[in-house]
């Protein structure tokens, strides 16, 4: 979140009309837009409500749960606009990267009418898929797993995979 730089603040060295913005919608609560980052990444903020378009800007960190990514992410931000070299997001394995996109790949193969056994020979091919017996194999649970997984997270659970991992 972008709001006004508070007055006690010094205006002189702010970096907000560095900004690269690629997108912009307005809402209710302010403008959110995509900002280019470099090497084909972006990230999406929000310049709240009554914020004017050139003012000097300073990023809001609520103390909550999400500081730390929120922090992260105006690292991120800042090195971008320095012409730093813009740390990678990390919150995702390899692995875990590869899941997503089988899962929605899978999920969207379900919802397109496919069955269990198409989206495997899709994911894993056809011979691998022919080698077992498809009622006991593993990769037919595999794939109802992604397909499960994959609408669950399209019913909000993918905003685990965008924080940082919590000690209970």
């Known amino acids: 979140m972008l709001d006004a730089l508070p007055s006690v603040l010094p205006a002189e060295g702010n970096l907000s009309d560095l900004l690269a913005v690629m997108d912009a919608k307005a809402a209710a609560d302010g403008v959110y837009v995509r900002c280019d980052i470099g090497g084909g990444r972006s990230l999406h903020l929000l310049r709240l409500a009554g914020v004017a378009e050139r003012a000097p800007l300073a990023v809001v960190i609520p103390l909550d749960t999400d500081g730390l990514d929120r922090i992260e992410a105006a690292t ?24 997503a996109r089988r899962m929605l790949q899978a999920v969207d193969g379900r919802m397109s009418g496919a069955s269990y056994r198409d989206i495997a020979q899709a994911l894993y091919g056809p011979d691998r898929v022919g080698e077992e017996s498809w009622k006991t194999s593993a990769l037919r649970d595999a794939v109802m797993g992604f397909v499960r997984d994959a609408r669950a997270m399209i019913g909000g659970g993918y905003r685990r995979l965008l924080r940082r991992r919590r000690r209970k």
């Open 76 to 99: 991120r931000l800042l090195c971008a606009l320095m012409r730093r070299s813009v740390p990678p997001d990390r919150r995702l394995t390899e692995r875990q990267r590869q899941r």
